[in-house]
């Protein structure tokens, strides 16, 4: 509905709508828009507040108060006396009986739905969905068909912005998704979501320079922050799958130029990698080289520095002198030693960088 078409049918379904002063139907304005003017979702609301006089204001406080409190409050069954007296239902059950219509009609139209609901609920790119994992989303034509069935259903909406498109979840749709899918299967989509982030987002800082997704960070940050507020509260903060979520919101912040949020999230990464794999293990090194990049960005060439060593010690340790991740850290310790004006050094870790180079290619370089 429109904002007056949605106020006037709030008027006519909530009692006592005329002694509400000013700062009350303010309070409606902003429960309004936060249903988006959704015909059911305004008469359950209206309906709950009069059977339980609750003032709008106190209303709208319990609702943005948490998403667990808006789902109750959405959950909450009430009877719409235009239907017969005895037919009950909550606002968000009636979304249930479209999920399973489409779950029926369109499997895959269902879990991309369910996919998306553990994103960010807006400024989804495209790319993250049509080169997602799920089967037969690489196929153009299927994509279409499937993203066309949810447009279809008003379920999610489409905007274009510099010859790219977006997609948005509406809040109640996810709402909704997150009661009515059991914890399991919450979890195994959460997981998935991650997943999906981290192949257009490399962990590798190295490879992601060169992975073609600099033109996401904006809605990774978004789509990571989401995705890591929801889950660390149900997994705890050291499961590898918050832990994972952390490494790429480490590199989408540091990606937008946000350094110091960036070497936070880095740090935390580094910590849990260090006690649960041990100092040498390959993910702490790779968490080790993050971390020495992004101190390098921000000016800390000593601190920088000092990780890099430590990234090469562990390679050379860990993989040998000539292995092309140790060479990876031998340039990187060479930048920042240039940085610092150790032209010297810098040189002397240039050459060995080099020679280990020309000496792999020597070796797999086929003779004529």
Not at 22 to 36: N, P, R, T, Y
Request: glycine residues 6%; contains cysteine.
């Amino acid at each position: 509905m429109e904002e007056d078409e949605g106020r006037a049918l709030f008027s006519k379904r909530f009692r006592g709508w005329d002694a509400l002063g000013d700062g009350e139907k303010e309070a409606i304005k902003m429960i309004l828009g936060s249903v988006h003017h959704i015909p059911l979702a305004i008469v359950g609301a209206a309906a709950f507040m009069t059977e339980t006089q609750t003032p709008p204001s106190t209303y709208w406080n319990i609702f943005q108060e948490s998403d667990e409190q808006a789902k109750r409050l959405l959950s909450q069954p009430f009877c719409d006396i235009q239907r017969e007296a005895d037919m009950t239902e909550s606002i968000l059950a009636t979304y249930f009986i479209t999920f399973n219509r489409i779950t029926l009609q369109m499997p895959l139209a269902a879990d991309l739905l369910c996919l998306i609901a553990f994103f960010d609920r807006q400024n989804i790119p495209e790319d993250l969905l049509s080169r997602c994992e799920l089967e037969g989303m690489g196929d153009p034509i299927t994509f279409r068909q499937v993203i066309g069935k949810l447009l279809g259903f008003s379920l999610v909406t489409a905007a274009k912005c510099e010859d790219k498109t977006f997609y948005e979840l509406h809040r109640l749709v996810q709402l909704s998704l997150q009661v009515y899918l059991p914890q399991k299967e919450s979890n195994g989509w959460r997981a998935t979501a991650l997943r999906q982030v981290s192949r257009l987002f490399p962990r590798d800082w190295n490879e992601q320079r060169s992975a073609g997704s600099a033109y996401l960070p904006h809605a990774l940050v978004q789509i990571l922050e989401n995705l890591l507020e929801d889950i660390e509260g149900s997994l705890g903060p050291n499961n590898l799958i918050v832990l994972e979520a952390v490494d790429q919101l480490a590199r989408a912040l540091r990606s937008r130029g946000k350094f110091h949020e960036s070497e936070k999230m880095n740090r935390r990464v580094l910590q849990s990698c260090e006690k649960t794999f041990g100092p040498d293990h390959p993910d702490t090194l790779i968490s080790v080289n993050n971390l020495a990049s992004v101190l390098e960005s921000q000016g800390k060439y000593t601190q920088s520095e000092a990780m890099n060593r430590r990234a090469l010690e562990g390679h050379e340790k860990t993989f040998g002198p000539d292995h092309p991740d140790t060479l990876i850290s031998v340039g990187n310790l060479a930048s920042v030693l240039e940085s610092q004006g150790k032209y010297t050094e810098s040189e002397a870790m240039s050459r060995h960088a080099l020679e280990g180079h020309e000496k792999i290619l020597d070796q797999t370089t086929p003779t004529p």
